[in-house]
């Protein structure tokens, strides 16, 4: 790999980062409504951490991979692939419904 094609693909997954944040953003404001709670969202290169009172979700990034990190100890990885999905062990599915996902447990 040359180092332009690296660096392009490091500007992607950092493009692609970015563009969870906000999704986590949004799906924690939307699923927040019906129960008028709030979640904060910090955003910075390499990581995203959301808080809504106990409830946590700490998201690092090292390239395409994603370490995520809850307030109650479980922790795992996925890969960010360069079509915008999160890539687990036995599944992978679009970054969208993991963020829905992970912003509906965040705002029960």
Known sequence: MTAS???TKESLHS???A???SLLRSYTGLHGLHRNGVAAVEYREKIIRVRSGEEW???ARDHEI???TRENGSAGTVELTEAGNLRAAVVEQPMDLAA???????MQ
């Open 57 to 59: 979700l700490t998201l």
């Open 66 to 68: 994603i370490t995520w």
């Open 19 to 21: 563009s969870l944040a």
């Open 15 to 17: 493009e692609l980062f």
């Open 100 to 106: 829905e996902q992970w912003a509906r447990e965040l």
């Open 5 to 7: 094609t690296a660096q």
